[in-house]
């Protein structure tokens, strides 16, 4: 075998024994013998040997992950692959810390005042933009869709909204319509005509209303209000009970009331209990007033509601005060609750509960009564019910209605406050059966 080296500018040169090509110079004959080790082939300065060229190995190689010379891995996902596997890790992490802390400990309430609605949201836009994690797209949008039908669960949407899903049944005879408001402080600082025109216009059989008191803003606590005379005066076929601020009316006959109590339950009732400047002692111990109706020759046993609040946002958060509010809140909270489902659990009538539960379709205290009763939202139209702050776009739903037993919802709506309160009104028509 013969290599021809670089050759002269401008000599003709041809490989020995072209015929008829002349040669300029004579050749040197390059063979070797067998034996003997052939010389290095001499390489351009242009042109790198693929030994030593990174670009040629690293595609040469033909094991994924395997580092070339250069020092580069192949596979590396792209940026956008891992910020949304980052994205979706952590709000998995997120939504299992939510699932395991909710309703327990009082740190934890800031978070649970996120709007529902995110719990559905966040997923879904996963999901939208799961096509873009090349290579992982098809397990990236397999983890979006449990997290969604998660967030679907805690978002307070209502499917029984969607046409074909639903639908109440039409309300039979001796069916009671029921008027269930957060009234703030009654009619502090609004008309008193205007706020007995807007209960009247609600035209309820029966009426269960919170925040029967007045606001001392100097001293921060609720105080005392006697409005009855001027009820009965306004609503003379309506018989009422009031007892701390909760107040009942109804047109059905009432047969018993009934407090429900929730300082059994607390689990440090000398700290946590009626506090030490204020002397309404009712206020705080009683949140859930009971009242047996008569309807249509049965027995209704309807429940108003109002389970304090989980935090003070005119209080200081950086200051002791505020931690042993919200401790205090949060062990009231949890007795009235479980005030509430002792008694559900003991009563063989047909149960109507409503009222302000500050509590979130996401917040475990709620799912935990929801999941024993009917939410009488099944009944409504509405995708996705709120009632709080009243106004042109509530996001939350604190206001809540369920039935259980032989009571039946036929029809349920958000009434706008018309600025009177910060919370919308339930209107919901119920039914009652036979008695379990």
Excluded at 39 to 60: I, W
Excluded at 301 to 319: C, G
Aim: proline share 10%.
């Amino acid at each position: 075998m013969s290599l021809l080296l670089d050759p002269v500018p401008g000599a003709v040169t041809t490989a020995p024994g072209t015929p008829g090509v002349p040669t300029d110079h004579p050749t040197t004959d390059l063979t070797y013998p067998t034996d003997q080790a052939r010389p290095t082939e001499p390489t351009r300065p242009s042109e790198p040997t693929r030994a030593t060229d990174p670009t040629r190995a690293s595609e040469q190689d033909p094991q994924p992950g395997r580092r070339g010379s250069g020092g580069t891995r192949r596979n590396r996902w792209p940026r956008r692959t891992r910020l949304l596997v980052g994205l979706a890790a952590a709000w998995a992490g997120f939504l299992a810390a939510f699932l395991l802390l909710t309703g327990g400990y009082w740190w934890w309430r800031p978070v649970e005042l996120a709007p529902p609605l995110v719990f559905a949201a966040v997923p879904a836009l996963l999901l939208l933009l799961a096509p873009l994690a090349r290579p992982v797209r098809g397990r990236l949008a397999a983890v979006a869709v449990c997290l969604v039908v998660v967030g679907l669960d805690l978002a307070g949407l209502n499917p029984a909204a969607l046409p074909g899903v639903g639908g109440a049944t039409p309300a039979p005879p001796g069916a009671v319509r029921v008027f269930a408001w957060n009234t703030e402080y009654w009619s502090d600082g609004d008309d008193p005509q205007r706020f007995y025109d807007y209960l009247a216009a609600q035209r309820a059989d029966v009426y269960l209303l919170s925040e029967y008191v007045g606001w001392d803003l100097a001293g921060h606590r609720p105080v005392r209000v006697d409005h009855l005379a001027e009820l009965r005066r306004r609503f003379p076929d309506y018989q009422v009970v009031a007892t701390g601020e909760l107040l009942t009316m109804s047109r059905m006959p009432i047969r018993s009331t009934r407090l429900l109590d929730g300082w059994p339950y607390l689990t440090d009732p000398a700290r946590h209990g009626v506090p030490a400047n204020s002397d309404f002692d009712d206020y705080y111990r009683h949140k859930v007033l009971r009242t047996d109706l008569t309807v249509d020759g049965r027995v209704l046993s309807v429940y108003n509601v109002h389970v304090p609040v989980q935090l003070d946002i005119s209080m200081d958060p950086t200051s002791a005060e505020f931690t042993e509010f919200m401790r205090a809140q949060q062990d009231r909270r949890q007795a009235h609750y479980r005030a509430l489902r002792a008694d559900l659990a003991a009563n063989p009538h047909g149960r109507l509960i409503a009222g302000d539960f500050n509590a979130t379709s996401a917040m475990g205290e709620l799912r935990e009564l929801a999941a024993q009763v009917t939410d009488a939202a099944r009944a409504s139209d509405t995708p996705y019910p709120v009632s709080w702050p009243d106004g042109d776009a509530p996001k939350w739903r604190l206001d809540w209605a369920f039935t259980d037993g032989p009571a039946r919802t036929h029809d349920y709506r958000m009434v706008p406050a018309d600025g009177m309160s910060d919370h919308r009104g339930q209107l919901l028509t119920v039914s009652v059966g036979q008695d379990g």
